[in-house]
């Protein structure tokens, strides 16, 4: 009997920055209408519009759907009409210059080079994370498919960032991308703010994700406490979601 349901998005709700569809939005609609659903992600709120948002349909309950978009360090919640931003934690100019700086550095150091076609920024400034795409912001699921089977790099990108940025949080995220972020700022943190500000205790909430191996971006849920639950995708999370209902 729980009272809180915390989903991924990328990966578990949607497929990689992809539009949710619409039979994922009427089970999104019928579960909000017995229970509270967050949605969390390493996305920017306007990711969010995009993705979700912008799709759900009329009517929802619209009050019980809680928005923590860059895993955490924005929290967006719908009252009076409409969606109001609750807090935000930005990175710092002076650091957010530091990260893309750290990401050159990091290029030239193991040799790597962006792919010929890109899509979109490679690196997006999200104001509370920077985030790299290696075929850009706005490429194709197959691309980015193929880049990820055939080109991953991340492992070895991430682990030369570490080094130059130890005071930062640096993950792997969707298929093509790197987040980095303030320290502590990850889905644990995202699942603390939401155990503290709605007054829940571990075994009142659940959280579905995709990534939970360690390295991914949502591994961090696991040392939170609350039930987890591991998707292959948003299909096995519809019928996840159909079990409940």
Sequence with gaps: MKIMIVFDLDGTLTESKLAIDREMVKLLEDLLAV???????????????????????????????????????????????????????????????????AFKKTFKEIGYKNPKKVYGPIIDDRGSQITFSALG???????????????????EIIKVLNKYLPQFEVRSAGVTSIDVMGKG???????????????????EMVFVGDALEKGENDYAAIKSGVEIVKVSGPEETKKIIRSWL
């Design 35 to 101: 229970k509270m659903v967050a949605i969390t992600g390493g996305g920017s709120y306007t990711q969010f519009k995009k993705q979700l948002l912008n799709n759900l349909e009329p009517g929802q309950e619209l009050g019980n759907l809680f928005l923590f978009p860059t895993n955490g360090a924005v929290f967006y919640r719908f009252k009076d009409g409409k969606w109001k931003r609750e807090y935000q934690h930005l990175v710092r100019w002076k650091d957010r210059r530091q990260i893309k700086a």
């Design 137 to 155: 912001q706005k490429a194709p699921i197959k691309e980015r498919n193929e880049w990820n089977e055939k080109s991953d790099r991340r492992p």
């Design 185 to 203: 700022i990850d889905k644990y943190y995202a699942i603390e703010k939401m155990m503290k500000m709605f007054k829940l205790n571990q075994e």
